[in-house]
């Protein structure tokens, strides 16, 4: 982990288990080239916050129930509002027994899991509707190529670590042509244009905490964007623990079945508490996937 006298440090406690392996891999595969990334076990990733511009770093502590945050010290007078953020991307409040016990036999593996939560709403969305149809390698190469072409340089002591993801503001002012110069199919386009249209004007929240029904409503009103990634946002961006996007392939799979409303009927057992057991019967497909 990068140390230096002047950078921060903070200690964000959590209520265990927690399986920051399993969330680890997990950001690591979803990270937005230059702008996050995973080595030797930290998260690292740039920050805008406030007005304020860095870089934070976060790994387990080693003495304690809690994540150590390292963070630059340009990010000191956000230093609330930045460990609040952290505490919500790394869901840090859940509850993982009263969790586990309402999910029964699904949650016994792996009763530590947790939501990988977006820091920033936008950049999350923006990322969700990059994968649709493509795979995960695919979209976080057109994140990492979207963010460089547009997102502002960073200076950070971290190799690899250059640039912010562009804001819905920055990204609204950018034409079709524009974005689909990088490779971006026109009708993904005019998707990832639209919601920044709608984020930057105030017609759709993607702040946490934000009423899930009603984000996702005015999401799906937007040309290309359908359940799978109304839900997506919602459980990653919102926070939304009930999310559970039940079109997906992998979670039709998990249940053994292909009609999506058949998925989603078998999901009410796991009200309020979906969002997880989306994360459980994902990574339970994957082990059963692993070649021994």
């Known amino acids: 982990m990068i140390t230096a006298n002047d950078n921060f440090l903070c200690e964000l406690t ?109 950049e999350l969305a923006a990322r969700a509707i990059l994968g ?6 695919a979209a976080t190469t057109v994140a990492g190529r979207f963010a460089a072409a547009y997102g502002a340089a960073a200076e950070t002591p971290i190799p690899g670590l250059t640039h912010n993801f562009p804001s819905a503001e920055k990204v609204a002012s950018l034409s079709v042509d524009q974005v689909a110069s990088l490779g971006i199919i026109a009708s993904r386009t005019r998707t990832i244009l639209g919601l920044a ?40 961006a919102l926070g939304w623990r009930d999310a559970f996007p039940h079109t997906d392939l992998v979670l039709c799979k998990a249940l053994g079945e292909k009609n999506p409303k058949r998925v989603l009927a078998l999901a009410e057992r796991w009200r309020p508490w979906r969002s997880y057991a989306a994360l459980h019967l994902w990574a339970e497909f994957h082990s059963s996937q692993e070649t021994p």
Request: aromatic share 8%.
């Open 14 to 122: 959590f209520q265990p288990p927690y399986d920051w392996n399993a969330l680890l891999r997990f950001l690591d595969s979803h990270a937005t080239a230059g702008v996050e990334m995973v080595s030797n076990g930290v998260y690292y990733r740039t920050v805008v916050l406030g007005g304020a511009h860095g870089w934070i770093g976060v790994r387990p502590s080693e003495d304690s129930a809690a994540l150590r945050v390292e963070a630059s010290p340009t990010l000191a007078p956000i230093r609330s509002e930045l460990m609040l953020d952290l505490r919500r991307q790394f869901d840090l409040d859940a509850e993982p027994d009263v969790i586990a016990k309402a999910l029964g036999a699904l949650a016994a593996p792996r009763p530590g899991l947790r939501i990988p939560g977006g820091f920033e709403p936008f």
């Open 132 to 137: 649709q149809q493509i795979s995960v390698r």
């Open 197 to 236: 249209r709608a984020v930057s004007e105030g017609a759709i929240s993607l702040a946490y905490g934000a009423d899930p029904l009603e984000t996702m409503a005015r999401m799906r009103e937007l040309p290309g964007i359908g359940e799978w990634t109304a839900q997506y946002v919602a459980m990653r």
